[in-house]
């Protein structure tokens, strides 16, 4: 008797069990709006998942604090924070890195989306399926692995998409809607400020608005060099219709080359496209907002002044 009660016990306990150990996903901060970029039964799940979407603290090279990891997403999703204060009609879509396999979703993500939001601006963060949605590195092969479907791509082609068609409903200017990208992330924007055409079939009315950003910004990117000869990456090819291009790089950055930078850099300027690049002589990798007292430090308020005088961010 006692046994077939002990055993009833454990199965009313064993859910409850199991849900306090299974690792916790990240949830949009109060105050934001959570969407789906795709209709349901339209977005194939990447070919490597390894798992259910969960989230993990690991450290920063750079400042050694803590950041939280991203892995496993499935279900890729945008996440609108409104301006503070008055809106000024500029909208930024922000575009954490994690190599094509995580995402840094508060060092590259959040926390980017709590400065723009502070100069008046309406961020959208964009949670892109990983791993393997974007080109990486094979260890196996020693050479560079490009995934069939362009995945991290077509889910940010869908949000600005969806972006623009909803302007009205977040209250934002359909043409001065930006991007900004971090390591991984930065070769997403390269790829936005470079295809003009989708790389999905057309689902929707959002997909027949452009997915070009008005402006963009790279910091510290990736997968945009070619080491043998020293030239872009052939999936991005660059023409005078890239938008105004800003660029942050740490010449020590141990991860990403400063080659990656340059190179792009060049090709913007070899295409007639306004860029400004801002290179530090340190700051490592994957800095964000977080080297306070480093000369890098000072990025995001050259690229308040950059915004401004492109005509995107009013002057405070």
């Avoid at 204060?85 to 954490?96: C, D, E, L, R, Y």
């Avoid at 060092?107 to 008046?120: K, P, R, V, Y």
């Avoid at 057309?202 to 997909?207: C, G, K, Q, Y």
Wanted: charged share 20%; glycine share 8%; proline share 8%.
């Amino acid at each position: 008797m006692r046994a077939r009660f002990a055993f009833r016990l454990l199965m009313v306990l064993l859910p409850f069990t199991a849900s306090a150990a299974a690792p916790a996903t990240w949830h949009p901060p109060a105050g934001t709006t959570e969407l789906p970029l795709w209709p349901d039964g339209k977005v194939m799940a990447p070919p490597k998942l390894k798992g259910r979407e969960q989230v993990s603290e690991t450290v920063s090279k750079a400042s050694g604090e803590r950041w939280m990891m991203l892995q496993n997403v499935a279900v890729p999703t945008l996440t609108v924070f409104p301006a503070k204060g008055s809106p000024n009609g500029t909208a930024v879509m922000v575009i954490p890195g994690g190599g094509y396999n995580v995402l840094a979703i508060d060092l590259e993500g959040s926390e980017i989306c709590d400065w723009l939001t502070a100069q008046g601006v309406t961020c959208a963060l964009l949670k892109y399926r990983v791993p393997a949605s974007g080109p990486n590195w094979d260890r196996e092969c020693n050479c560079r692995d490009i995934p069939a479907v362009p995945m991290a791509l077509q889910d940010a082609q869908r949000a600005m998409g969806l972006l623009r068609a909803q302007a009205a409903r977040w209250k934002i200017d359909p043409q001065r809607l930006g991007v900004i990208g971090f390591s991984a992330g930065g070769h997403v924007v390269a790829g936005l400020s470079t295809h003009a055409q989708r790389s999905y079939a057309p689902l929707d009315a959002a997909d027949v608005q452009s997915s070009r950003p008005d402006f963009a910004m790279l910091l510290y990117p990736g997968h945009l060099w070619v080491r043998k000869d020293d030239s872009l990456e052939k999936d991005i090819v660059v023409d005078a219709k890239a938008p105004p291009t800003f660029i942050v790089q740490a010449a020590d950055d141990p991860t990403d080359d400063v080659r990656h930078a340059l190179v792009y850099h060049r090709a913007l300027i070899e295409a007639g496209v306004p860029v400004e690049m801002h290179l530090f002589a340190h700051g490592g990798h994957a800095f964000g907002l977080r080297l306070k007292d480093a000369p890098v430090s000072a990025w995001p308020s050259l690229a308040e002044r950059w915004m401004h005088d492109i005509g995107m961010l009013t002057k405070h």
